[in-house]
């Protein structure tokens, strides 16, 4: 190679490299831009999340998303346990779900749990750090039996464990909601789960504007709103966009966000890889909901701990507040103390 020609090259590299440098700068600039809009009071386009989400700045979007989850909701995280207070034999056909009675999943199937057992776990679950105890239950509408008795436990569990306890029980009408928020119930979970464009892909035994309706029959009830989704069912990025604007609309207090773990006897199993979702898919995906969403509890939940392993806190300082400990419905989780000693590790408080 002539000195020519090894100038001329160095020269190109130069240049290629002054071009990625600028272009970054230039996301930046953008990020921060939008970042300082909503730090205003302003909303977001959809075209504007595209960009952002479309960004390979990562780290400017994540410490942005941080910034605004700090402005609006301070250095808490919320930190929440389930039970599964009956499980199985749902007759709704969502094909993620190891609980629809539609599929052969060989999990464990039993009916409603006993008040002795919803006060133990409750307990459990403020022992061990929760602020808050869900119980949720695979139907499509709790039988008026089950509703009463789930009723008398909520009220047991207020008095003797003074725990905040939250409710998914599925389609409500507005007297149930009513008698819940009576009862002290604080939030109600009921997810529109995916986009609306996708949601027939997911879902045929009731619709989404089913569980639209739900979402705001509990609103009106005068309870708070906990409606998310799942992420990695096959939908595409600008799809998860979708479904952010969607739960915007709704106004929700707090907003799950689960990445599907494929479940052994479900559609999805077939359909979804496991590793579809990269750890910077997902982190991007909660930034930018961030954006969207500056107020709610923005809560990494179901997944987090199969696909983001210890790299979870870093979801903690990019938009998301809010974690499930302790196990989920049908799979396991972290233990309360390890979660507790990860959010403490990162500055952040309980």
Same mark, same amino acid.
């Given at each position: 190679? /002539?000195?020519? =020609?090894?100038?001329?090259? @160095?020269?190109?590299?130069?240049?290629?490299?002054?071009?990625?440098?600028?272009?970054?700068?230039?996301?930046? #600039?953008?990020?921060?831009?939008?970042?300082?809009?909503?730090?205003?009071?302003?909303?977001? =386009?959809?075209?504007?999340?595209?960009?952002?989400?479309? @960004?390979?700045?990562?780290?400017?979007?994540?410490?942005?998303?941080?910034?605004?989850?700090?402005?609006?909701?301070? #250095?808490?995280?919320?930190?929440?346990?389930?039970?599964?207070?009956?499980?199985?034999?749902?007759?709704?056909?969502?094909?993620?779900?190891?609980? @629809?009675?539609?599929?052969?999943?060989?999990?464990?199937?039993?009916?409603?749990? =006993?008040?002795? *057992?919803?006060?133990?776990?409750?307990?459990?679950?403020?022992?061990?750090?929760?602020?808050?105890?869900?119980?949720?239950?695979?139907?499509?509408?709790?039988?008026?039996?089950?509703?009463?008795?789930?009723?008398?436990?909520?009220?047991?569990?207020?008095?003797?464990?003074?725990?905040?306890?939250?409710?998914?029980?599925?389609?409500?009408?507005?007297?149930?909601?009513?008698?819940?928020?009576?009862?002290?119930?604080?939030?109600?979970?009921?997810?529109?789960?995916?986009?609306?464009?996708?949601? @027939?892909?997911?879902?045929?035994?009731?619709?989404?504007?089913?569980?639209?309706?739900?979402?705001?029959?509990?609103?009106?009830?005068?309870?708070?709103?906990? /409606?998310?989704?799942?992420?990695?069912?096959?939908?595409?990025?600008?799809?998860?966009?979708?479904?952010?604007?969607?739960?915007?609309?709704?106004?929700?207090?707090?907003?799950?966000?689960?990445?599907?773990?494929?479940?052994?006897?479900?559609?999805?199993?077939?359909?979804?890889? *496991?590793?579809?979702?990269?750890?910077?898919?997902?982190?991007?995906?909660?930034?930018?909901?961030?954006? %969207?969403?500056?107020?709610?509890?923005?809560?990494?939940?179901?997944?987090?701990?199969?696909?983001?392993?210890?790299?979870?806190?870093?979801?903690?300082?990019?938009?998301?507040?809010?974690?499930? /400990?302790?196990?989920?419905?049908?799979?396991?989780?972290?233990?309360?103390?390890?979660?507790?000693?990860?959010?403490?590790? %990162?500055?952040?408080?309980?």
């Amino acid at each position: 190679m /002539s000195k020519s =020609s090894g100038e001329n090259l @160095s020269d190109k590299n130069t240049t290629q490299a002054t071009e990625i440098s600028t272009d970054k700068n230039q996301h930046s #600039d953008f990020i921060e831009k939008i970042m300082n809009k909503v730090l205003e009071g302003g909303k977001i =386009s959809f075209e504007e999340a595209q960009s952002l989400l479309l @960004s390979n700045d990562i780290i400017t979007l994540a410490k942005c998303a941080n910034n605004i989850t700090r402005r609006f909701c301070g #250095d808490v995280v919320d930190i929440e346990s389930l039970v599964n207070a009956k499980s199985g034999r749902c007759p709704e056909d969502c094909s993620f779900c190891a609980q @629809s009675s539609f599929y052969d999943t060989g999990i464990s199937k039993y009916t409603l749990l =006993s008040s002795e *057992k919803l006060l133990e776990q409750a307990r459990n679950a403020k022992e061990g750090g929760s602020t808050s105890f869900c119980l949720v239950c695979a139907y499509r509408s709790p039988p008026e039996r089950d509703f009463e008795h789930l009723c008398r436990s909520i009220g047991e569990i207020k008095n003797q464990v003074g725990i905040e306890v939250n409710v998914s029980l599925g389609f409500m009408t507005p007297e149930r909601a009513k008698r819940l928020k009576s009862l002290g119930v604080k939030r109600y979970n009921h997810n529109l789960e995916t986009a609306k464009s996708h949601f @027939s892909k997911i879902c045929n035994t009731h619709s989404y504007e089913d569980r639209v309706n739900t979402a705001k029959i509990v609103k009106d009830a005068g309870l708070e709103l906990c /409606s998310g989704g799942i992420i990695g069912m096959g939908e595409t990025p600008l799809q998860r966009l979708e479904l952010a604007f969607s739960l915007a609309e709704l106004e929700p207090d707090e907003v799950p966000v689960n990445i599907l773990i494929p479940r052994e006897g479900t559609p999805l199993m077939d359909n979804c890889n *496991k590793n579809q979702l990269t750890n910077e898919d997902i982190i991007k995906t909660i930034a930018v909901w961030r954006f %969207i969403m500056p107020k709610t509890i923005l809560k990494i939940a179901g997944g987090r701990e199969v696909y983001l392993g210890d790299s979870g806190k870093y979801v903690l300082q990019a938009g998301a507040n809010g974690i499930i /400990s302790g196990g989920y419905l049908t799979t396991g989780g972290n233990k309360h103390n390890k979660d507790i000693e990860m959010i403490k590790e %990162i500055g952040l408080k309980i």
